[in-house]
């Protein structure tokens, strides 16, 4: 079984600021995937960011970076020079490779409030 | 073209009702989900299929009961409706849930905001 945990449920920055939304995990799978969705409060899941338990490098996609610690079983969010459209509850998921390991497990959400 | 589709986006409805939401996806993916989202904004995993075999079954009410009439398509229906099922509930889609790499990214559709009153 996979397990996240979002320990901000809310968060604020200053406009083109960077902020970092924390997420840790626990799973017993040797090797797994870790995800970041944005829900903006129009409601939609849009896809952020992919980092693969074996991938050697933290991934990166334009204002989105992951700081992967495997050691400490973490996966931060890193979003650079904040807008005010970055406002959202943002979801750290897992999905394990395991028999069974079928769905994302999702945690649950930091909301980010950028401040102008 | 809308890759992940569900109709309808909001449902209002009294307690006892039966109701439906559909999704429908043209992505050509093999899996296909029914999360639920609750006021508190956690997403719970309830069904999906995979090529019309049901391959996760959580522990739900048996009055929601989800059916694949093939693999583009996924539907819940939802008997004797409660208070507490009111919820936003998201269909999704990935390529293939049977693969054994972790990287199966989920597309969502737009959800379905169910009011029971």
Known sequence: AQKITQTQPGMFVQEKEAVTLDCTYDTSDPSYGLFWYKQPSSGEMIFLIYQGSYDQQNATEGRYSLNFQKARKSANLVISASQLGDSAMYFCAMRGSGAGSYQLTFGKGTKLSVIP | ???????????????????????????????????????????????SYNNKELIINETVPN??????????????????????????YFCASSQNARTPLGNEKLFFGSGTQLSVL
């Open chain 2, 63 to 88: 009055r929601f009961s989800p059916k694949s009439p093939d693999k583009a398509h996924l539907n819940l229906h939802i008997n004797s409706l409660e208070l507490g099922d009111s919820a936003v």
């Open chain 2, 1 to 47: 073209d809308t890759a992940v589709s569900q109709t309808p986006k909001y449902l209002v409805t009294q307690m006892g009702n039966d109701k439906s939401i559909k999704c429908e996806q043209n992505l050509g993916h093999d899996t296909m989900y029914w999360y639920k989202q609750d006021s508190k904004k956690f997403l719970k995993i309830m069904f």
